[in-house]
C-alpha cells in the first residue's frame, strides 16, 4: 500500500509541475509544442529511494506511461 501510494504521490506531483509549466499562460510566452513530455521525479524518504518516470500527452492530457524505478538500478556519477 505504501509503495502504491508513493507512485500517486510521484505522478500527482509530475503532472501538477508539467501542467503548471505547460499552463495556458506559460504555452503562450514559451511557443511549446503540442506532443509527448517526460518528467523524471526523484522521491527520498526514510531510506525509500525510487525514480518516477511520467510521460504525458499534451494534446490529451493523459498520462501515457507511469513508471517507477530503484535508484540502485544506476550508477553514480559525480560531477565535478
Request: aromatic letters at 10%; proline letters at 0%; glycine letters at 8%.
Given at each position: 500500500?505504501?509503495?502504491?501510494?508513493?507512485?500517486?504521490?510521484?505522478?500527482?506531483?509530475?503532472?501538477l509541475?508539467?501542467?503548471?509549466?505547460?499552463?495556458?499562460?506559460?504555452?503562450?510566452?514559451?511557443?511549446?509544442e503540442?506532443?509527448?513530455?517526460?518528467?523524471?521525479?526523484?522521491?527520498?524518504?526514510?531510506?525509500?529511494?525510487?525514480?518516477?518516470?511520467?510521460?504525458?500527452?499534451?494534446?490529451?492530457?493523459?498520462?501515457?506511461?507511469?513508471?517507477?524505478?530503484?535508484t540502485?538500478?544506476?550508477?553514480?556519477?559525480?560531477?565535478?
Amino acid at each position: 500500500m505504501r509503495n502504491r501510494n508513493s507512485l500517486v504521490f510521484a505522478a500527482a506531483i509530475s503532472a501538477l509541475s508539467l501542467g503548471w509549466v505547460f499552463g495556458s499562460t506559460q504555452a503562450q510566452d514559451a511557443g511549446v509544442e503540442i506532443g509527448r513530455y517526460q518528467q523524471s521525479t526523484v522521491f527520498r524518504q526514510e531510506g525509500l529511494d525510487r525514480i518516477y518516470v511520467t510521460v504525458l500527452d499534451t494534446a490529451t492530457g493523459e498520462v501515457v506511461r507511469l513508471s517507477r524505478y530503484d535508484t540502485g538500478d544506476y550508477e553514480t556519477v559525480k560531477v565535478r
